[in-house]
């Protein structure tokens, strides 16, 4: 387990009724873990929504489960780690359709209601035949309870080095849980981030896409970059109704920002090589697009990332990289807070760099700008040796 | 020296005719290195362009520097390192001010005649009695010779390794020569590069400006990021016109551009923890906008850049960042060709991996693109553990 990770919840995917999971073996990934993940929506409804990378290359599944989700449905999902199946060409797709039309014969449903996810190494052709025989294992193996999520969650782990589950329960009486995996950073989607989140709210497909694309913008999105994203990042919004409760959409719409962003903040704490949660918080821009892209220019620096990395409070390159994001920024009203300590004040030294304390884990830059109601908050991570290490030392 | 940086050209500013230059001991750096440099145009013409770094938190010495290159006409320029008198407010601006007026002075010129240039630490005040003092000491030192081109080139070094130096003599009569520094990398300009270009051609000040901003785009902006900028970032332009020959515009144009280029490649050569130097080439854009895009995506993306850090071929990481980039491009078309070795062809796996050989310092990357006649290259280096080392080890 990485350092900053901690122990999930308990519940996930599972958690809402209607739901049954899978995890197993299919001989994708080298090694011998489990690498194939199933997700069915038992109803009685299967509203359901997605995001996708924003990449021009995309994966053969993302392509696939695009068509199905124009249709505003989704029985169930297969994942798959080990393999991205992206740069694979009219093979590729032939995989993923095949894929879903396998788990369609076994769940008696149309292959157009099965959506597909892959990770893992992009350009080879993943092997059918495995991926086949693992839709029928991970069917038989389908499970309701909390151990079935787990394993759902833990199949599709490539780099990560814990479970990525979270689950949040209404007193309405409905409940939303989700299953993430994405671990490498400095661009965490690049390395594909894919989820797959449940309900048992009772709620059709536009307000699922209406709340989930609210929820994804300040979560999963807030997680670095979101300019910059693998051919493979998914998002997957499922509603069962199982509940027979309708939510109140604010009220949902928020449930389901709070498990996307537990989610985003255990990529964060599970990034490769991490050895600092970083929070770049930019408050009085002109506007909110404004403060993302200053937080955002602020969190994928390589200097600041590597400065944060050796605990070093080095303002100056904080305000360097403000600078140049394409904002409105006026340098003598910047102001530069590091874990608490005002270290540059009107676009000059203030106070002493000494007395930021950055030994700890956790580091938060507050970067003011001065300049109107624009606020936004991005999480990263530093630039270590382990990160470099992590993505010189194998192919992914 | 840095294992790819090889020995320097032995001829800098002052190659042409009409200039002297020094480096000289300052007392601004830590340790007791040289650290402020002097190059001074002793005419007949004082003619001059500059570029400045487009950040928006812009040092003291570059904002001093923009109102004296608005007249067209530089008498000399004074340099430093181990300072970058940026994030300073009025009392570095002033600093600024009463260095040009110190050189001002002993030169009989106007202080609005002289640049100022900065490199080192943001954040910190300029000690002005140690600069002023340099200013004289450096004075007294003025050598026409290439000794004292060496040693103004010597004074600016920070974490560069070596000198960087170049001179173009053209058949014509006239020469051009070069210093710059800057080692910062994954976006060079962010460590601050500073770049003083000499020439004894006649020639008058819009004509060196649209020179320069030609020979720029194509050399120092194609290095690795131009939208990455650091607060000092610096290029000037002096003629003196001491050979008394008008060039061919074009001719001379072209020799401008083979020294900031010669002077780029330097930089790469001498970049932060490098150990490839990496040549991204992108054709059939659909314009030379869209090329650079994609190149620029393509050499700062941290997954390509740790991979060839580790010698793999992973064109798949080089596609998706390609997919990412704000430009027109089509997955089928997309051809991937790695040290002569073609990897991806029409966005499917082509070739061998193992074929492309990796072990060597040089890398060049080909991304083609089959929509257009858009090309354009673009130098950057790989990142390694020795980058996250050296800017995560001491404050810069």
């Given at each position: 387990?990485?350092?900053?990770?901690?122990?999930?919840?308990?519940?996930?995917?599972?958690?809402?009724?209607?739901?049954?999971?899978?995890?197993?073996?299919?001989g994708i990934r080298s090694g011998d873990?489990?690498?194939?993940?199933l997700v069915v929506n038992d109803g009685p409804q299967h509203a359901a929504a997605g995001?996708?990378?924003?990449?021009?290359?995309?994966?053969?599944?993302?392509?696939?489960?695009?068509?199905?989700?124009?249709?505003?449905?989704?029985?169930?999902?297969?994942?798959?780690?080990?393999?991205?199946?992206?740069?694979?060409?009219?093979?590729g797709f032939q995989t993923a359709h095949a894929t879903a039309e396998k788990a369609a014969e076994l769940l008696g449903c149309g292959a157009v209601e099965v959506a597909v996810c892959s990770t893992g190494l992009i350009g080879s052709q993943l092997p059918r035949d495995n991926v086949l025989a693992g839709v029928a294992s991970a069917h038989a193996a389908l499970g309701d309870g909390a151990a079935a999520g787990r394993a759902a969650a833990t199949a599709v782990m490539t780099t990560d080095t814990v479970v990525k589950e979270a689950a949040h329960s209404d007193d309405a009486g409905?409940?939303?849980?989700?299953?993430?995996?994405?671990?490498?950073?400095?661009?965490?989607?690049?390395?594909?981030?894919?989820?797959?989140?449940?309900?048992?709210?009772?709620?059709?497909?536009?307000?699922?896409?209406?709340?989930?694309?609210?929820?994804?913008?300040?979560?999963?999105?807030?997680?670095?970059?979101?300019?910059c994203m693998s051919t493979n990042d998914t998002v997957l919004l499922l509603a069962s109704g199982a509940s027979g409760v309708v939510p109140d959409t604010?009220?949902?719409?928020?449930?389901?920002?709070?498990?996307?962003?537990?989610?985003?903040?255990?990529?964060?704490?599970?990034?490769?090589?991490?050895?600092?949660?970083?929070?770049?918080?930019?408050?009085?821009?002109?506007?909110?697009?404004?403060?993302?892209?200053?937080?955002?220019?602020?969190?994928?620096d390589s200097l600041v990332k590597t400065a944060l990395f050796g605990s070093d409070p080095n303002w100056g390159r904080i305000a360097a990289a403000a600078g140049y994001a394409d904002a409105a920024l006026d340098p003598d009203r910047l102001d530069i807070t590091v874990n608490g300590v005002l270290l540059c004040r009107g676009g000059v030294a203030a106070g002493n760099r000494a007395d930021a304390d950055l030994k700890g884990p956790d580091v938060v830059v507050e970067v003011a700008l001065g300049?109107?109601?624009?606020?936004?908050?991005?999480?990263?991570?530093?630039?270590?040796?382990?990160?470099?290490?992590?993505?010189?030392?194998y192919s992914s």
């Amino acid at each position: 387990m990485s350092e900053l990770a901690s122990e999930p919840s308990a519940q996930g995917v599972t958690a809402p009724q209607g739901f049954r999971a899978s995890g197993v073996v299919a001989g994708i990934r080298s090694g011998d873990g489990p690498d194939l993940a199933l997700v069915v929506n038992d109803g009685p409804q299967h509203a359901a929504a997605g995001v996708f990378t924003r990449n021009k290359v995309k994966a053969a599944p993302v392509l696939w489960s695009e068509q199905v989700l124009t249709t505003g449905r989704v029985r169930a999902v297969v994942l798959n780690a080990g393999n991205a199946n992206a740069c694979t060409g009219p093979e590729g797709f032939q995989t993923a359709h095949a894929t879903a039309e396998k788990a369609a014969e076994l769940l008696g449903c149309g292959a157009v209601e099965v959506a597909v996810c892959s990770t893992g190494l992009i350009g080879s052709q993943l092997p059918r035949d495995n991926v086949l025989a693992g839709v029928a294992s991970a069917h038989a193996a389908l499970g309701d309870g909390a151990a079935a999520g787990r394993a759902a969650a833990t199949a599709v782990m490539t780099t990560d080095t814990v479970v990525k589950e979270a689950a949040h329960s209404d007193d309405a009486g409905w409940t939303i849980g989700g299953l993430t995996k994405g671990a490498g950073m400095i661009a965490p989607s690049m390395a594909t981030m894919l989820a797959v989140v449940t309900t048992d709210a009772v709620v059709d497909a536009p307000v699922l896409d209406e709340a989930l694309r609210a929820a994804v913008r300040v979560s999963f999105d807030r997680l670095d970059v979101d300019g910059c994203m693998s051919t493979n990042d998914t998002v997957l919004l499922l509603a069962s109704g199982a509940s027979g409760v309708v939510p109140d959409t604010a009220a949902f719409t928020a449930a389901l920002t709070d498990v996307c962003r537990d989610l985003a903040r255990q990529m964060q704490a599970d990034a490769e090589g991490v050895t600092k949660r970083i929070t770049v918080q930019v408050t009085g821009a002109a506007t909110e697009d404004d403060a993302v892209t200053v937080a955002r220019t602020v969190a994928r620096d390589s200097l600041v990332k590597t400065a944060l990395f050796g605990s070093d409070p080095n303002w100056g390159r904080i305000a360097a990289a403000a600078g140049y994001a394409d904002a409105a920024l006026d340098p003598d009203r910047l102001d530069i807070t590091v874990n608490g300590v005002l270290l540059c004040r009107g676009g000059v030294a203030a106070g002493n760099r000494a007395d930021a304390d950055l030994k700890g884990p956790d580091v938060v830059v507050e970067v003011a700008l001065g300049l109107g109601d624009g606020a936004a908050e991005i999480l990263t991570t530093d630039l270590s040796h382990g990160y470099v290490e992590e993505n010189s030392a194998y192919s992914s």
